[in-house]
């Protein structure tokens, strides 16, 4: 595995493009955090939402948090393993963060009424500046990121991993009220949209994800 680092890194061509998409997530997840911290002070819309209507709130924090890391770590090693892979996970996620920032920008909501805050230590010390946010809504981070690790895994035991993961979280997201059931729909379709766009721009991604 280090070897293949070694190699890649030593092409020009490959350490150009992973020094900018590192640059590239690094300014989006900036001014992520920033929107983060805005959205919190904006006023926003209250939805009737009839799924949540319907269940009973309970804190599932801790499965949430365990699921979500757990599977995000399984997938970082996975690609880890090729430099390319890696690559184009890093580019996947970019673009699905910058996704986020637009559909938060221009879609601001109230939390639901009966949310319980979710409790991620992780996203309080890291975007959440030290609090706990309840705007970051439309559309779902955690469901969105355990789907793409979905769409671009090409192991077929963990994809199904991977999905399963995805579905429960999902569950549990709107169990907590902590989303709406239209934030966590939406998930997976933004993330197949940010796996599609970095396929479709990288003219030797499916070469490249073999090796």
Do not use: C
């Not at 637009?102 to 639901?112: A, G, H, N, Q, R």
């Not at 990121?145 to 991977?162: C, G, R």
Request: charged letters at 15%.
């Amino acid at each position: 595995m280090l070897y293949s680092w070694k190699i890649a890194l030593s092409e020009k061509h490959f350490r150009n493009r992973f020094i900018v998409s590192m640059v590239i997530l690094l300014i989006v997840l900036t001014g992520f955090a920033s929107l983060l911290a805005y959205i919190e002070t904006r006023q926003g819309h209250v939805v009737y939402d009839p799924v949540l209507n319907f269940i009973k709130p309970r804190d599932v924090s801790y499965f949430i948090f365990f699921t979500t890391y757990t599977t995000a770590l399984v997938a970082i090693i996975f690609a880890f393993s090729s430099p390319y892979k890696f690559l184009h996970l890093i580019q996947m996620y970019g673009t699905l963060t910058l996704l986020r920032v637009v559909t938060l920008f221009f879609v601001p909501l109230e939390s639901p009424v009966a949310i319980i805050p979710l409790h991620d230590e992780i996203l309080k010390h890291t975007f959440y500046s030290g609090g706990e946010n309840i705007k970051d809504l439309f559309f779902s981070g955690h469901a969105a990121t355990l789907f793409l690790f979905y769409f671009f895994s090409v192991d077929k035991v963990l994809k199904y991993l991977f999905l399963a993961a995805a579905i429960s979280v999902s569950i549990g997201l709107v169990v907590q009220h902590v989303h709406y059931s239209f934030d966590i729909l939406a998930a997976p379709v933004f993330a197949y949209i940010s796996y599609k766009l970095v396929t479709k721009f990288s003219k030797h991604y499916y070469k490249e994800v073999a090796l």
